[in-house]
């Protein structure tokens, strides 16, 4: 399949993209890579292999879903730096404008 021809201006407008007259025939020669090595790839005998979703197993690490006793307020807000009304944290600000003091 290294005959693929592939018109660089049509996928960059359908990808909304300016591409520059020199990087066409980069992204071009890269694109076409893709392409026949996804060719190559569909030639390969997968016959009675599963399809995984990760090549690792992984097992359910949720806990069940059990009702407890809420945590005390005081021990919680013990270490804040600051409150706010009495029962809110107070961080810093991060962003610049809307400041709330």
Same mark, same amino acid.
Request: hydrophobic residues 45%; glycine residues 4%.
């Given at each position: 399949?290294?005959?693929?021809? $592939?018109?660089?201006?049509? $996928? +960059?407008?359908?990808?909304?993209?300016?591409?520059?007259?020199?990087?066409?025939?980069?992204?071009? +020669?890269?694109?076409? %890579?893709?392409?026949?090595?996804? +060719?190559?790839?569909?030639?390969?005998?997968?016959? &009675?292999?599963?399809?995984?979703?990760?090549?690792?197993?992984?097992?359910?690490?949720?806990?069940?879903?059990?009702?407890?006793?809420? +945590?005390?307020?005081?021990?919680?807000?013990?270490?804040?730096?600051?409150?706010? %009304? &009495?029962?809110?944290?107070?961080?810093?600000?991060?962003?610049? &404008?809307? &400041?709330?003091?």
């Amino acid at each position: 399949m290294s005959n693929t021809d $592939i018109d660089i201006d049509y $996928i +960059a407008s359908l990808a909304r993209l300016e591409i520059a007259p020199e990087e066409r025939e980069k992204l071009s +020669a890269e694109l076409k %890579n893709i392409v026949n090595y996804i +060719a190559e790839l569909s030639e390969v005998d997968v016959e &009675g292999v599963e399809p995984t979703a990760h090549a690792i197993a992984l097992s359910n690490v949720w806990r069940e879903d059990e009702a407890v006793e809420p +945590a005390d307020r005081t021990l919680l807000f013990e270490n804040a730096p600051a409150l706010m %009304n &009495g029962d809110l944290f107070k961080v810093p600000q991060t962003l610049p &404008g809307e &400041g709330i003091n």
